[in-house]
């Protein structure tokens, strides 16, 4: 058995259920993930896994980068699997670096948001849950993005008006009410 160190995780996690009471909840079932014998941090492990994710925000910190995610056919933050990385902030920065093509980007400490969702069946792989620890990225100048193969587009997106937008995912919605929320 491999031993990975999960305590970071697990203060993060906390941290988050502290300040987000309203999630605790969601920080129980991710903290239950992370005590699982079986190695959380792989693809492999189809009973749920952990993914990383950035909230891009650019230099002012009124829009955000999105993916038009070309599995899944919707607007959402850019971000990825763990693929072994225990350390999911680093996950979110590599994974907003790989799929923006911004090299200088700023990693902020700390969870912002946690979400558990299904990814359908697709191919040989069945329905199985991810497990999205969140974090805010931040351009440091250049905002100048290139799509790739996992995108059908990326855009800079107002974060107020994601808010407000009912077409948008609810957990988009949620991001940004908080952003707006921490910038306010």
Do not use: C
């Not at 305590?7 to 909840?25: I, N, Q, W, Y």
């Not at 999105?66 to 693929?83: E, F, S």
């Not at 979400?115 to 805010?136: K, L, M, N, S, W």
């Amino acid at each position: 058995m491999t031993f990975f160190d999960k305590s970071a995780l697990a203060e993060e996690l906390a941290a988050f259920g502290r300040a987000h009471p309203e999630h605790a909840d969601d920080v129980s079932l991710f903290l239950a993930l992370l005590a699982d014998a079986e190695n959380p941090f792989v693809r492999a492990r189809l009973a749920g896994h952990f993914t990383g994710s950035a909230w891009l925000v650019d230099a002012s910190g009124a829009r955000v980068l999105l993916t038009h995610h070309r599995k899944l056919n919707r607007w959402l933050q850019l971000g990825g699997h763990a693929d072994g990385e225990v350390e999911l902030g680093l996950v979110a920065l590599r994974e907003a670096i790989e799929e923006s093509g911004i090299p200088e980007l700023v990693l902020e400490p700390g969870v912002f948001d946690l979400d558990r969702h299904v990814i359908p069946a697709r191919g040989a792989e069945p329905e199985h849950f991810h497990y999205d620890v969140r974090y805010v990225v931040r351009t440091t100048g250049n905002e100048s993005f290139v799509a790739g193969e996992e995108s059908h587009a990326l855009a800079w997106r107002s974060i107020a008006e994601l808010a407000g937008d009912p077409d948008t995912d609810e957990s988009m919605r949620r991001m940004a009410r908080r952003w707006l929320e921490r910038k306010g």
